[in-house]
C-alpha cells in the first residue's frame, strides 16, 4: 500500500487531468465512430438516388448529415469534460 | 447490419428508377390517344433513346416494339452493371429466365418458319446471352442447328432431347430455370428471395392449371408441366387440383389466399385474360407490399423488374390493340395497372 500522505499532489493533478483528456477522447472517437456506422448505408444510398437523379443532392445530403448529430454529442461530452471538470 | 448495408445503393437507385416509371394514371389516357401520339409521348419519356436511336431502322408499331425491347433490356443490364456481390449474383439468377424466353422464342420461331426478322421483333436480351450471341444463332437454319448453337449454354441439357414435341422443352426449359435458381437462392441463404419465388412459381402454376383446366387436359398431363416448389400450393395441392374438374377447382383454390385476387370474377371464370390479369396483377402487388416490409433486401430490385416488365407489356397491349382496332374495353382487360 502507498501512504496517501507522501504522494504529490500535483502529480494527483495531472494523473486527474490526464483520465479527463483520455475520457474526452474515448467520448469523440466512439461518437465518431457509431456516426461514421449509421452514415455508411445512408450515404450509399444517397449516391444511388443521385446517380439516377441529380434532383436527390439536397434531399440525400440531408440524410446523410443527419446521424453526424451523434459525433456532435460526442463533442459535447468532450468539451463538458475538458472545460467543466 | 451488413445485409442491409450492402443493398442500400442499389436499393436507391432502383427506388429512383421506379419512380420514373409511367404512372398508372397515364394508361386510360394513352387508350384515348391515336397511335403516333403515343409514340411522341414514349419518345419524350424514358424511352427517348431507344426510339432515336431505331427510328432511322424501324418505324410505326415496329419501332415502338423494338424500343420497347430494347429499352428493357438495356434497363436490366443496367441493374446487373450497378449491383455487387449478392444482389448482383440473385439479379443475374433472376433475369435468365429472359434467356429461356429468347431460347423459346428462337425455337419457337424456327419450328413455326417465322423469318429472322419476326423472330428479332420479339426477343429481348437481358439475360446471358448477349444481342450479337442471338443474331448469330437466329440466322441458323434448323431448329437442331439453333440446338445445336446453345451447346455451351448451361440450357443445352433441357434441349437435347428434342424431337419434335415443343411443348416439351419449354417445360424442361421453365423446370430448370426454377430448380437452378431456387438452389442459388437456397446457396446465398436469401429467404426472402426465396419466399418471392415460390410465390411467382404459385402464380405461374396457377394460371397453367387454369389454362389447361379451360382445354380439359388429364391430371397426369398437367402434373407434368406443373413447377415444384411453390409456396402454398405444395406438391400434394397440385396433385389434388390437377385431378378435380373445373368447378370443383375452382372452389377447392378458396383455401388459397391467392383466392382473393380473383374472387370478385368468380361468376365470370369464362375469360382466362380477366384471371391472368388479375393474377399479375396480384403478383404486382405483392412483390410491391414486401418490398416495403423488407425496405433494405433485395424485394425491392425484384419489384423493379416486374413493374419495369408490366409497363412494357401494357404500352405494347395498348399499341398492339390500337392497331388491329380493338374495342377500349378489351385493351383495358388486358391491361396490369
Same mark, same amino acid.
Given at each position: ?35 461514421? *456506422? ?42 463538458? *469534460?475538458?472545460?467543466?471538470? | ?10 436499393? $436507391?437507385? =432502383? ?7 409511367? @404512372? ?56 446487373? &452493371? ?75 441439357? $433441357?434441349? =437435347? ?5 415443343? $411443348? ?16 442459388? $437462392? ?41 413447377? @415444384? ?24 383454390? &378458396? ?56 409497363? =412494357? ?5 395498348? =399499341? ?7 374495342? &377500349? ?9
Amino acid at each position: 500500500m502507498v501512504d496517501a500522505s507522501v504522494v504529490d499532489p500535483a502529480l494527483v493533478a495531472a494523473n486527474a487531468k490526464g483520465m479527463i483528456a483520455i475520457g474526452a477522447g474515448i467520448a469523440v472517437g466512439l461518437a465518431g465512430i457509431g456516426a461514421a *456506422l449509421g452514415e455508411q448505408a445512408i450515404g450509399a444510398a444517397a449516391v444511388g438516388a443521385m446517380a439516377e437523379d441529380e434532383k436527390f443532392f439536397g434531399k440525400g445530403l440531408l440524410m446523410t448529415v443527419i446521424p453526424e448529430s451523434i459525433a456532435i454529442f460526442g463533442l459535447v461530452v468532450a468539451l463538458i *469534460l475538458l472545460f467543466v471538470f | 447490419m451488413g445485409s442491409t448495408v450492402k443493398y442500400a445503393y442499389i436499393v $436507391a437507385r =432502383v427506388r429512383a428508377m421506379k419512380g420514373k416509371l409511367i @404512372p398508372k394514371e397515364m394508361y386510360p389516357k394513352f387508350l384515348n390517344m391515336e397511335i403516333p401520339e403515343i409514340t411522341r409521348f414514349i419518345g419524350e419519356s424514358e424511352y427517348k433513346n431507344d426510339v432515336e436511336e431505331l427510328g432511322k431502322k424501324y418505324s410505326g408499331t415496329d419501332l415502338f416494339e423494338h424500343a420497347l425491347n430494347q429499352n428493357l433490356a438495356l434497363t436490366y443490364r443496367k441493374l446487373i &452493371e450497378v449491383s455487387q456481390n449478392e444482389a448482383n449474383f440473385l439479379i443475374t439468377e433472376y433475369l435468365r429466365s429472359w434467356d429461356i424466353w429468347n431460347i423459346k422464342t428462337i425455337i419457337r420461331g424456327k419450328f413455326s418458319g417465322a423469318k429472322e426478322e419476326e423472330i428479332l421483333e420479339d426477343l429481348v436480351s437481358a439475360g446471358h446471352l448477349g444481342y450479337r450471341d442471338l443474331l448469330e444463332i437466329i440466322k441458323v437454319g434448323t431448329i437442331e442447328g439453333v440446338i445445336a448453337a446453345f451447346e455451351r449454354t448451361p440450357y443445352y441439357p $433441357a434441349l =437435347v432431347g428434342f424431337k419434335g414435341n415443343l $411443348a416439351e422443352i419449354e417445360n424442361n426449359l421453365d423446370r430448370m430455370y426454377y430448380s437452378n435458381i431456387i438452389k442459388a $437462392a437456397e446457396d446465398t441463404g436469401n429467404k426472402l428471395f426465396l419466399k418471392f419465388l415460390r410465390t411467382e412459381i404459385d402464380l405461374k402454376n396457377l394460371k397453367m392449371l387454369f389454362r389447361m383446366k379451360r382445354a380439359g387436359m388429364e391430371r397426369d398431363e398437367i402434373n407434368k408441366l406443373l413447377i @415444384p416448389g411453390g409456396m402454398e400450393l405444395k406438391a400434394n395441392d397440385l396433385t389434388r387440383l390437377s385431378s378435380l374438374a373445373f368447378p370443383e377447382f375452382v372452389r377447392a383454390l &378458396e383455401e388459397y389466399s391467392y383466392w382473393k385476387a380473383i374472387a370478385d370474377i368468380s361468376s365470370e371464370f369464362t375469360s382466362l385474360i380477366n384471371i391472368e390479369t388479375r393474377l399479375d396483377k396480384y403478383g404486382l402487388v405483392y412483390a410491391s407490399r414486401i418490398s416495403y416490409y423488407y425496405p433494405l433486401s433485395v424485394l425491392p430490385i425484384l419489384d423493379y423488374i416486374l413493374s419495369k416488365k408490366i409497363e =412494357v407489356d401494357n404500352l405494347r397491349i395498348i =399499341v398492339r390493340g390500337k392497331e388491329t382496332a380493338l374495342p &377500349e374495353d378489351i385493351i383495358k382487360a388486358h391491361l396490369v395497372m
